[in-house]
């Protein structure tokens, strides 16, 4: 068996409690969890930020649930397990009332206090070695699976539908509370980046051959805690059985230059400096005049 498979059977199977909630101090990522990242599909980064640092996430999203911060443009979606009304369950930039059951709210890179954790300086590093100096956001999401509830995910990759003009490849998770598989945490399929060529596994004979539950690795994380995966690797959750949210932000990075080639649509650049996408896209029309 190939070492780097040795490797990822050892640590899923360390229990999450040995993992260790110290804060990463290197702000690079070594040799070995690059060639993790290309080998597996995905590298655990350990915790980045202070307890206390997480939970002013935590306090701001909710703030913006229940709309005490608005932001114009800001898309959001109530969890169609909890809000019983269908017609508020569309992912629209429309607040749909008071409520800290959303199941996703994007566009989070318009907060200047989630604006700053997408800028941390670990991110930069990634970002400059696998996309380079210019760079922007498909999207910065906040996802929730709230208490006794959620939405199930089907087996998929990201980035195959996205359409975008310059390929995308990384995806950066963290997880705002602990995620453990009673609560429906990220499950992954290694090494699928490279093995599986189709978007989505919904068939049972897909699900047999590219997801069996012998090659399922349960993301169980800490409070803060960091993954960093292909935007290909397969992946899906089920839902909360717990009386506590589970919460997590997923941050998709792409190069600065990207459009989506159907609709001409900009994006968000974060790096080297903040531009918004409409900002983005009136430079470029600018360029073209």
Known sequence: MPLMRLLHRYREDIPMAMIGTNLRQNSELTGA???EL?????????????EGEIDRLCDRINEIMLGKIRYEGMRMQLCPSASGAE??????ARHKGSSLKYRKIQELEMDPLFLKY???PLFRHITRKKIGEKVGVFRSMFFNKPAEGGVPLVWHQDGRSWNLSIPEEITIY???????????CLTVIPYSHKECPIHTVDREDDIQKYAPEEK????EMDKGEVILFKTKLLHSSLVNTTNRPRRAFSIAFIHGDAYQT???ERY???????????????SVKALNT
Request: cysteine-free.
């Open 33 to 35: 969890e690059w060639q």
């Open 38 to 50: 290309e080998e597996i599909g995905y590298v655990r980064l350990g915790v980045i930020l202070s």
């Open 87 to 92: 017609e508020m369950t569309g992912f629209t």
């Open 118 to 120: 997408i800028q941390h």
């Open 174 to 184: 963290t997880a705002l509370d602990p995620q453990t598989r009673e609560n429906g």
């Open 216 to 219: 399922r690795a349960y993301m």
């Open 262 to 264: 159907v609709s001409g």
């Open 268 to 282: 968000p650049q974060v790096f080297p400096t903040y531009r918004a996408a409409r900002e983005n896209q009136a």
